[in-house]
């Protein structure tokens, strides 16, 4: 709830806060980000170990950051259409099916991303 006498730095330090605590609830909360998170850190230790590049380096975070973006507003759509219509529901289970496959689409995305990045490193 916005705070009608907080000067603007206060307002985004305030904003801040909520955002870091919505990314712990996901990470202690959510399975479905704990494992994304967990493949981001396991590709980023691989990262290190195989020396990737710079400019693989950045394929590699956007493809993780992706992932994670995309699953986190799966989730959230799903707890909203949860909230709205907890009993199944024709339409509602379409928006979540609909949600589930942006997170997969980004999920196939950075795998095909990792296969470029790793495959030469193999052969």
Not at 99 to 116: C, N, P, Q, Y
Request: with cysteine; net charge neutral; proline share 3%.
């Amino acid at each position: 709830m916005k705070n009608p006498n907080d000067s603007f730095f206060k307002g985004r330090i305030r904003s801040l806060k909520f955002a870091f605590k919505g990314a712990y609830l996901l990470l202690t909360t959510e399975h479905s980000i704990m494992v994304q998170f967990g493949l981001g850190v396991a590709v980023t230790i691989l990262g290190f170990v195989m020396h990737i590049s710079p400019i693989e380096w950045m394929f590699q975070l956007i493809a993780v950051g992706m992932v994670l973006v995309a699953e986190s507003l799966n989730t959230g759509i799903e707890k909203l259409c949860d909230f709205i219509h907890p009993d199944y529901h024709e339409r509602i289970g379409f928006i979540k099916d609909i949600s589930a496959g942006a997170a997969t689409f980004a999920a196939i995305i950075a795998i095909i991303i990792g296969l470029i990045i790793y495959i030469p490193k193999f052969i």
